[in-house]
């Protein structure tokens, strides 16, 4: 299984960014789809995931300036970030959960895309 993240980027404080994860290959069914983000120095950490039927959970951190949204058919997740802070600053890491096509359970991560807001 294969993710492709996009949307990272430089922002000002107080600006939005849409990040993108578009997984392929051997799946049979998604179970949840996340975003983690991992600053310099620190450990990785969630920013929200959103499961097979819908429930969503956000950090603390992000709740009532991120949303998360999917689209299991087309097997997309997308994170809309506003009211963005410098401490938003990390690189941001797609994580999807499911079975594949031999019924195998997975747990892939992209790559991640760099998300930097400038105060």
């Known amino acids: 299984v294969q993710l492709v993240e996009s949307g990272g980027g430089l922002v000002q404080a107080g600006g939005s960014l849409r990040l993108s994860c578009a997984a392929s290959g051997s799946i049979r069914t998604i179970n949840d789809m996340g975003w983690y983000r991992q600053a310099p120095g620190n450990e990785r950490e969630l920013v929200a995931y959103i499961t097979s039927i819908g429930r969503t959970n956000y950090a603390d951190s992000v709740k009532g300036r991120f949303t998360i949204s999917a689209d299991n058919v087309m097997k997309t997740v997308l994170l809309q970030m506003n009211s963005l802070k410098p401490e938003d600053t990390a690189v941001y890491y797609c994580?999807?959960?499911?079975?594949?096509?031999?019924?195998?359970?997975?747990?892939?991560w992209g790559r991640g895309t760099q998300v930097t807001v400038s105060s």
């Open positions: 994580n999807v959960g499911g079975l594949d096509t031999t019924f195998r359970g997975f747990r892939s």
